[in-house]
């Protein structure tokens, strides 16, 4: 079974930093690419960033382009979004998500499958 | 990078069917076949329903059934139950390494 666990979200100030981080076990975490979504409160989803299981193809929304950074772990099965200069406008519930597109297949990238339970992030203005 | 269009709200009785829409543009839903479809209930993670436009995972009733044509795809719940009371939200790659989501629709049975 799939299990993306979330944490290191929490209150912060406009304009710090925050790293994200997801623990993922029940699969081959080295063979998907995987994604953080968010959702404000009352709000609809919003894609953040993808990254590809061997991190060469990194995607970000226009919304964090320059202020967020993806990473993966693969030894450690760990995804991270490092998120710099923090608006009240990214205050959401982050998911971390897994893609349904496993290594050496075509496209490297198709969508979500499965889905963690969500770390919040609040930045107060 | 615009959310794709879903109407706010949808409803039938039981039993019923209820339609969906998600309009996009040829960037993304109209130019690839890889739209996704996800149901969430309050205060839970959203749940895979629909990939690749039509194809279900396992486990989810053939009720779900979805199909696109030029730059909208539409998901079909038929045979409404209580519990496809939910959010749902189609999203599609967009070219670029990047994705896009609906702007959701709420499904209530009445």
């Known amino acids: 079974e799939v299990q993306l666990v979330e944490s290191g979200g929490g209150l912060v100030q406009s304009g710090r930093s925050l790293r994200l981080s997801c623990a993922a076990s029940?699969?081959?975490?080295?063979?998907?690419?995987m994604h953080w979504v968010r959702q404000a409160p009352g709000k609809g989803l919003e894609w953040v960033s993808t990254?590809?299981?061997?991190?060469?193809?990194?995607g970000y929304a226009d919304s964090v382009k320059g202020r967020f950074t993806i990473s993966r772990d693969n030894a450690k099965n760990s995804l991270s979004l490092q998120m710099n200069s923090l608006r009240p406008e990214d205050t959401a519930l982050y998911y971390c998500?897994?893609?349904?597109?496993?290594?050496?297949?075509?496209?490297?990238?198709?969508?979500?499958?499965?889905w963690g339970q969500g770390t919040t992030v609040t930045v107060s203005s | 990078q615009s959310a794709l269009t879903q109407p706010p709200s949808a409803s039938g009785s039981p039993g019923q069917s209820v339609t969906i829409s998600c309009t996009g543009t040829?960037?993304?839903?109209?130019?690839?076949?890889?739209v996704f479809w996800h149901q969430q209930h309050p205060g839970k993670a959203p749940k895979l329903i629909l990939y690749?436009?039509?194809k279900r995972p396992s486990g989810v009733p053939d009720r779900f059934s979805g199909s696109k044509s030029g730059n909208t795809a539409s998901l079909t719940v038929s045979g409404l139950l209580a519990e496809d009371e939910a959010d749902y939200y189609c999203?599609?790659?967009?070219?670029?390494?990047?994705?896009?989501f609906g702007t959701g629709t709420t499904v209530t049975v009445l």
């Open positions: 998500a897994k893609d349904m597109a496993v290594r050496d297949s075509w496209p490297i990238l198709r969508g979500v499958d499965d």
């Open positions: 029940g699969f081959n975490f080295d063979a998907f690419g």
């Open positions: 990254i590809s299981w061997n991190s060469r193809v990194i």
């Open positions: 040829s960037g993304d839903v109209g130019g690839y076949k890889y």
């Open positions: 690749d436009v039509s």
């Open positions: 999203s599609s790659y967009s070219g670029g390494n990047n994705f896009v």
